[in-house]
């Protein structure tokens, strides 16, 4: 069974920095797009970053300049870096990964989903 486990999310004041971690586990042949999304109380969840097996990143425009997703493919990690936090980033944090479990008969890609780790912004 896979499971993506995050972890990293607390409590900081505004200005501080924060890392995230998202670590995949069981039966994976290949993790392709790894990414972090966000939620807050009432609305839907939002891409923040995203970043392709090669190391091509994409970012929401809000988190530009200072988030940074970076992955460890051997250890099958992404990460999520943010610094300069301001209270609106203040959300649940979810990680996603597109993982395909066996080339065969197809290689078929299912989406994953952390937990969620909350990340609180404030003074």
């Known amino acids: 069974q896979v499971q993506l486990m995050e972890s990293g999310g607390g409590l900081v004041q505004p200005g501080g920095s924060l890392r995230l971690s998202c670590t995949a586990s069981?039966?994976?042949?290949?993790?392709?797009?790894m990414g972090w999304y966000r939620q807050t109380p009432g609305q839907q969840r939002v891409l923040v970053a995203s970043?392709?097996?090669?190391?091509?990143?994409n970012y929401a425009d809000s988190v530009k300049g200072r988030f940074t997703i970076s992955r460890d493919n051997a250890k099958k990690t992404v990460y999520l870096q943010m610094n300069s936090l301001k209270p609106d980033d203040t959300a649940v944090y979810y990680c996603?990964?597109?993982?395909?479990?066996?080339?065969?008969?197809?290689?078929?890609?299912?989406?994953?989903w952390g937990q969620g780790t909350q990340v609180t912004v404030s003074s």
């Open positions: 970043i392709t097996s090669g190391g091509s990143t």
């Open positions: 996603n990964a597109g993982i395909i479990l066996s080339p065969y008969p197809l290689p078929y890609e299912h989406d994953y």
């Open positions: 069981g039966s994976i042949f290949m993790i392709n797009d």
